[in-house]
Structure formats: structure tokens, C-alpha cells
């Protein structure tokens, strides 16, 4: 009874998909009778990137009167690409389509249509990221989708409980940011809240990108996912006892490794600093403690020869793509070089994020942190967020691993040689170059 259940399930599965995704089969587009394209997106109608989503429709749909884009907001946990893969082995699924850049899409490049036909020289120089929606993270190679939006990982700082404690300046080496720490506790402060945010579980990836940029290139971090960086090298064993000091010493809070809402501590300004934290939550912290009370913080490093000193964790969230079965190609394609006009770009500007396309007008960034944030894409010292990028068994091992570490359960060199078990053990095919 259990088996059969479970196949009936299976089929009522697969009968919704194909439901959901059949819209662009029934469309038609002989002498100009009206068109259906399919968009499928994670983000909800509510979430600002919509509103890029909702531009990019109404100015193809102005272009092209015979077209319609039917958006569909779908479910923004992992069984989404559940959802496509399936939709798309029936050949079922939308024509445009949303999904994370990095590995996250790549896995599912034989359903995707390649643009590089599609992109002009100029829009492959100016979107940023490009190649974390390209083939082998090679923007020469085969592209699979348009990043619209740049995300970064970062920290703040709270500008008055700096000045409460007698502290001047924000740190610009690991040195000074264990004084820093030192005198917001000596003066009864939190230094630094951590763990799950916004309701999500811990994860460690967001602040240790920056102690990993003392030891590592950009293209380091390929190397780790091939192998030809073992993880249980002192390139990552260095790092992280160095992250692993900040919660030995008692400068983060003692539940950062259970809590899911550390930024809680940061909004009701009973933490100084957060900095395993993203550009995704600006506006959360200005509007709880003000836009001038809120200060961009990124760790220093402790290494003054760090092969990545200077450059700080920006990386293109989502791309959006064209499937390759689509009935529709043609028009999903001149969606795509639509989108990109800079009067749709803009709008990611308008609504407060950072847009992931050079040589926009800067008239368009009230916010003044959002400025600065773009700015600092221009000076082409970005690094990926590596967890992206990194094959997904081996993340999961980091982040319980880390835990451990940080609770000072196990060693940094011990924990790297479990997380190295997780890399050994993945099929051949997901350690190639």
C-alpha cells in the first residue's frame, strides 16, 4: 500500500507541473495571433525585483501588442528546481525562466537556450557576473541567462553603539577588529550578532568569505571545487581559526548556532556589528535604527599580503533564462535583449537593490549605502559567493561542520578533514574542471 501510495503521489505530481507549464504549449503565433510566453520566477509579487520583472514585461508587451507573459511567482524553496527539471524533461515547462546562478543552474544547462548569439559585446562587458551564468564560469563559453541583480555579503555596524563605547573608527585589520570587540564588551555591548537571519538557519558562508580572502584568489575558489585546492589545506585550515576566534573569545552571542533571527539583535540595538549578513537587508536595518546610524561593514583581513585584499563577496543572486524546448524561442530570446534595456535595468535601481549592469545613471540610487555598493562593482574587485559555486554535499558538511567549530566541539583542522570526506566521496562528473 506504502508503494503504491507514494507512486500515485508521484503521477498527481507530474500531472500538476505539466498543468502549471502548459500555458506556452496552447499559444499560437501565426499571422500575428496572440502569443503566451511562460515566466517563471521565486520572487513573490511583494519583493522589489518584481517590480524589474513587471517593467521588462510592460515594455516587451508595448513592443510586441500580439504577446502576452504570463508571470508566475512559484514556491521559493528548493522544490522549485524540482519543479523545472520535471517540467522540463516533459518539455512542459515555462519559456523564461528565473533560477540561481552558479551550480544551482548550471545542473540544468540541457534545458537552457545558450545567448551568446543574443548579447551584444557591450552587454557582455557591462553585466556584471556574466560568468557565473556561463559554462565552466567562462563568459566565452556558452551563456545561460542575463543576471539583472547584484547581491553582496556583508555586515553593518551600529554608528552610535560605536560611539558609546569610545570607538572612532570602523576596523581596517583583523587586529583592530579583536580591540573593537574588546571594548564594546568591556563596555557591556554584544560586538557582533550571529546565526539564522530572517527566519533562515544558520549559515556560515556569508562572513567567512572574507577570512578565506587571506589565503585566496578568485580563482581559488574553482580549484577547491576540482580538488587541486585540498580542503585540508592551511589555506582553509588558517581562516578559520582565525572566524573561530571571534565566538571563542565571547564576542558573539552564545545561541548564534540554534537562534534563526540574530538580526532581531542587531534592529532592537542590542549588537554592535552583524557581518554573516547581505545587501538583502538594508532596508530592514535603516528603517530600525536610521540611515545615517547604519555603516557598511566588511572584515578586514589579518593578512597584508591577502591575494584578495580589497575585494568584497558581490555576486549576481539570480539569472534569467530561455529554455531550449520553448515553442516560442524567437520571442523568449528578444524578451531577454528587451530586459536588458537600461530603462528596465533602472528600475532595480529605483527600488533600492543594486543593479548587476555597469554605466547606469547614478541619479537613480537615493539610498546612499546602495550608491556606495554600486560604486565599489565598478572597481571590478568582486568575489563570488563561493557557496554557489562550491558543489552542494560538501556545503552542507561545511555549515554542520562550522558549527562545530565554533561551539569549540571539534578542531578547524578536524572539521576540514570531514568536510574533505564529503568532496571524496562525490561522483567523478562533479569534480570536473
Given at each position: 500500500m506504502k508503494k503504491m501510495s507514494f507512486l500515485l503521489l508521484a503521477l498527481l505530481f507530474v500531472v500538476v507541473v505539466v498543468l502549471s507549464g502548459c500555458s506556452s504549449k496552447d499559444s499560437k503565433s501565426k499571422d500575428g495571433e496572440k502569443v503566451t510566453l511562460t515566466y517563471w520566477t521565486q520572487f513573490t509579487e511583494s519583493l522589489p525585483e518584481s517590480k524589474w520583472i513587471n517593467a521588462a514585461v510592460k515594455r516587451f508587451e508595448d513592443s510586441h501588442p500580439n504577446v502576452k507573459v504570463n508571470v508566475v511567482h512559484q514556491t521559493q524553496d528548493p522544490s522549485y528546481f524540482t519543479m523545472f527539471q520535471a517540467s522540463s524533461l516533459s518539455k512542459t515547462g515555462p519559456d523564461i525562466v528565473d533560477l540561481w546562478t552558479g551550480l544551482y543552474a548550471l545542473r540544468y544547462k540541457q534545458f537552457l537556450e545558450p545567448l551568446n548569439k543574443v548579447l551584444t559585446d557591450e552587454q557582455k562587458g557591462n553585466l556584471i557576473g556574466l560568468q557565473y551564468?556561463?559554462?565552466?564560469?567562462?563568459?566565452?563559453?556558452?551563456?545561460?541567462?542575463?543576471?539583472?541583480?547584484?547581491?553582496?555579503?556583508?555586515?553593518?555596524?551600529?554608528?552610535?553603539?560605536?560611539?558609546?563605547?569610545?570607538?572612532?573608527?570602523?576596523?581596517?585589520?583583523?587586529?583592530?577588529?579583536?580591540?573593537?570587540?574588546?571594548?564594546?564588551?568591556?563596555?557591556?555591548?554584544?560586538?557582533?550578532?550571529?546565526?539564522?537571519?530572517?527566519?533562515?538557519?544558520?549559515?556560515?558562508?556569508?562572513?567567512?568569505?572574507?577570512?578565506?580572502?587571506?589565503?585566496?584568489?578568485?580563482?581559488?575558489?574553482?580549484?577547491?571545487?576540482?580538488?587541486?585546492?585540498?580542503?585540508?589545506?592551511?589555506?582553509?585550515?588558517?581562516?578559520?581559526?582565525?572566524?573561530?576566534?571571534?565566538?571563542?573569545?565571547?564576542?558573539?552571542?552564545?545561541?548564534?548556532?540554534?537562534?534563526?533571527?540574530?538580526?532581531?539583535?542587531?534592529?532592537?540595538?542590542?549588537?554592535?556589528?552583524?557581518?554573516?549578513?547581505?545587501?538583502?537587508?538594508?532596508?530592514?536595518?535603516?528603517?530600525?535604527?536610521?540611515?545615517?546610524?547604519?555603516?557598511?561593514?566588511?572584515?578586514?583581513?589579518?593578512?597584508?599580503?591577502?591575494?584578495?585584499?580589497?575585494?568584497?563577496?558581490?555576486?549576481?543572486?539570480?539569472?534569467?533564462?530561455?529554455?531550449?524546448?520553448?515553442?516560442?524561442?524567437?520571442?523568449?530570446?528578444?524578451?531577454?535583449?528587451?530586459?536588458?534595456?537600461?530603462?528596465?535595468?533602472?528600475?532595480?535601481?529605483?527600488?533600492?537593490?543594486?543593479?548587476?549592469?555597469?554605466?547606469?545613471?547614478?541619479?537613480?540610487?537615493?539610498?546612499?549605502?546602495?550608491?556606495?555598493?554600486?560604486?565599489?562593482?565598478?572597481?571590478?574587485k568582486n568575489w563570488p559567493m563561493f557557496d554557489n559555486l562550491i558543489q552542494s554535499e560538501v556545503m552542507s558538511t561545511m555549515t554542520k561542520e562550522f558549527q562545530l567549530v565554533a561551539l569549540d566541539q571539534v578542531s578547524p583542522s578536524d572539521a576540514l578533514k570531514v568536510i574533505q570526506q564529503a568532496w571524496d566521496s562525490l561522483p567523478a562528473g562533479e569534480k570536473e574542471k
Amino acid at each position: 500500500m506504502k508503494k503504491m501510495s507514494f507512486l500515485l503521489l508521484a503521477l498527481l505530481f507530474v500531472v500538476v507541473v505539466v498543468l502549471s507549464g502548459c500555458s506556452s504549449k496552447d499559444s499560437k503565433s501565426k499571422d500575428g495571433e496572440k502569443v503566451t510566453l511562460t515566466y517563471w520566477t521565486q520572487f513573490t509579487e511583494s519583493l522589489p525585483e518584481s517590480k524589474w520583472i513587471n517593467a521588462a514585461v510592460k515594455r516587451f508587451e508595448d513592443s510586441h501588442p500580439n504577446v502576452k507573459v504570463n508571470v508566475v511567482h512559484q514556491t521559493q524553496d528548493p522544490s522549485y528546481f524540482t519543479m523545472f527539471q520535471a517540467s522540463s524533461l516533459s518539455k512542459t515547462g515555462p519559456d523564461i525562466v528565473d533560477l540561481w546562478t552558479g551550480l544551482y543552474a548550471l545542473r540544468y544547462k540541457q534545458f537552457l537556450e545558450p545567448l551568446n548569439k543574443v548579447l551584444t559585446d557591450e552587454q557582455k562587458g557591462n553585466l556584471i557576473g556574466l560568468q557565473y551564468a556561463s559554462d565552466g564560469f567562462d563568459s566565452t563559453k556558452s551563456i545561460y541567462g542575463i543576471p539583472s541583480e547584484t547581491q553582496f555579503y556583508m555586515g553593518y555596524y551600529n554608528k552610535k553603539l560605536f560611539e558609546k563605547a569610545g570607538i572612532k573608527d570602523v576596523p581596517k585589520t583583523y587586529e583592530e577588529l579583536l580591540e573593537v570587540c574588546k571594548k564594546l564588551k568591556d563596555a557591556g555591548i554584544l560586538p557582533i550578532a550571529d546565526g539564522g537571519f530572517n527566519g533562515s538557519a544558520y549559515m556560515p558562508f556569508q562572513g567567512f568569505s572574507y577570512f578565506m580572502m587571506n589565503t585566496l584568489s578568485v580563482d581559488d575558489i574553482n580549484k577547491l571545487r576540482t580538488g587541486e585546492i585540498a580542503l585540508t589545506s592551511q589555506q582553509m585550515v588558517e581562516p578559520l581559526e582565525k572566524w573561530a576566534a571571534l565566538y571563542k573569545n565571547g564576542y558573539v552571542n552564545t545561541d548564534a548556532m540554534s537562534t534563526v533571527n540574530a538580526n532581531k539583535l542587531f534592529v532592537e540595538g542590542k549588537a554592535a556589528m552583524v557581518f554573516n549578513d547581505g545587501s538583502w537587508d538594508i532596508p530592514q536595518f535603516q528603517e530600525a535604527l536610521g540611515v545615517d546610524n547604519v555603516g557598511p561593514f566588511f572584515p578586514p583581513v589579518y593578512n597584508e599580503n591577502a591575494p584578495s585584499k580589497g575585494y568584497t563577496v558581490a555576486y549576481p543572486g539570480v539569472m534569467t533564462g530561455v529554455t531550449n524546448y520553448s515553442k516560442h524561442k524567437e520571442l523568449s530570446l528578444e524578451f531577454i535583449k528587451s530586459a536588458l534595456d537600461p530603462s528596465v535595468m533602472g528600475v532595480m535601481a529605483q527600488e533600492g537593490l543594486v543593479p548587476a549592469l555597469k554605466g547606469l545613471s547614478t541619479d537613480l540610487m537615493k539610498n546612499p549605502l546602495q550608491l556606495q555598493l554600486y560604486k565599489i562593482l565598478q572597481e571590478n574587485k568582486n568575489w563570488p559567493m563561493f557557496d554557489n559555486l562550491i558543489q552542494s554535499e560538501v556545503m552542507s558538511t561545511m555549515t554542520k561542520e562550522f558549527q562545530l567549530v565554533a561551539l569549540d566541539q571539534v578542531s578547524p583542522s578536524d572539521a576540514l578533514k570531514v568536510i574533505q570526506q564529503a568532496w571524496d566521496s562525490l561522483p567523478a562528473g562533479e569534480k570536473e574542471k
